[in-house]
């Protein structure tokens, strides 16, 4: 695998494939890999000729007090992990690669951008928008590959794709969970043990709202029997709890535990109201 930290690296690295017209894949991340990383490199590599990731903890899509600072690093133990997933080229830019001084455009995203995390971190999806179709515009990859978690940004980044006519397929791989239902994030590491347990209420909450929704009491009965786990679940403070229309009938939540804010999501039955 090789290591690249500039744009022109990049391009240099890729012209070789790019001319034999090779099928290049990308994966977006900010790095302390997880098994939901290695899902999505292993997908990439599997269906893709060159296996891209890319590693940039974004400035641009964290708010003012938000955890930019804290945000788990690991460029070493990430390079053997995305080497082993498959992955042929890790992009590692500095912030000022990527915002280099002077830089002052941005991708303006719409209604779906500000609702649900839109609405609890404003500029958040400006900011994953904008690096986003910067890394697309440097790898020009044919597909890239999105992780479910995030829900509400695979369904900002679709509409981006289509509203820009950018050429390239997006790939939306399903929610890697640890044995205990909780969904796999790099935040999961801020998680003092007893946290940890409290945080078990929003995937156990998602997974009451599916039950109830395929009972047969469709999404209304979904966001009750989500509400009522989470109401009752001590040390937690629910951000939001709803249904939305994310490429399909979603249940999503976001709570706090202690200083952690962590999001899930259940996607409903198609034919949920
Ligand atoms: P991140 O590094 O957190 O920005 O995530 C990079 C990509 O991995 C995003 O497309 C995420 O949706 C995806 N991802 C993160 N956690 C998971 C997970 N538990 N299951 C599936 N995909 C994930």
Redesign the pocket.
């Known amino acids: 695998m090789k290591l690249v930290r500039s744009v022109a690296g990049v391009r240099e690295a890729l012209m070789a494939p790019r001319e034999e017209a090779m099928r290049i894949g990308l994966?977006?991340?900010?790095?302390?890999?997880?098994?939901?990383?290695l899902?999505?490199f292993r997908t990439c590599a599997g269906e893709c000729d060159v296996a891209v990731a890319s590693?940039f903890v974004n400035p641009a899509q964290f708010g003012p007090g938000e955890d930019l600072e804290r945000y788990p690093r690991d460029l070493e133990g990430d390079m053997h992990l995305a080497e082993e997933a498959g992955i042929d080229l890790l992009f590692a830019p500095s912030a000022e690669e990527i915002y280099p001084p002077g830089f002052e455009s941005a991708v303006e995203v719409g209604e779906l951008g500000k609702v649900l995390e839109g609405e609890s971190r404003p500029g958040h999806f400006r900011g994953v928008a904008t690096v986003c179709l910067k890394l697309f515009n440097i790898v020009q990859p044919s597909v890239a590959?999105?992780?479910?978690?995030?829900?509400q940004?695979?369904a900002v980044i679709r509409i981006m794709l289509r509203d820009l006519n950018l050429p390239l397929e997006l790939r939306?791989?399903?929610?890697?969970?640890d044995a205990d239902g909780l969904?796999?994030?790099?935040?999961n590491a801020y998680l003092q043990p007893d946290e940890r347990e409290r945080a078990l209420a929003l995937p156990r909450a998602l997974q009451a709202g599916l039950e109830a929704c395929r009972a047969g009491g469709g999404s209304n009965s979904a966001l009750a029997a989500a509400h009522r786990i989470l109401d009752a679940a001590e040390g937690i403070e629910v951000d939001y709890l709803e249904v939305a229309d994310l490429d399909g009938p979603t249940l999503a939540g976001a709570i706090r535990v202690g200083s952690t804010r962590l999001i899930d999501n259940v996607l409903l039955d198609e034919e949920a109201k």
Do not use: C, N, W
Request: cysteine-free; glycine content about 8%.
């Open positions: 994966v977006p991340t900010m790095g302390a890999f997880h098994e939901g990383h899902t999505l590693l590959y999105f992780g479910r978690k995030d829900a940004q695979a939306v791989v399903p929610i890697v969970r969904a796999l994030s790099s935040r």
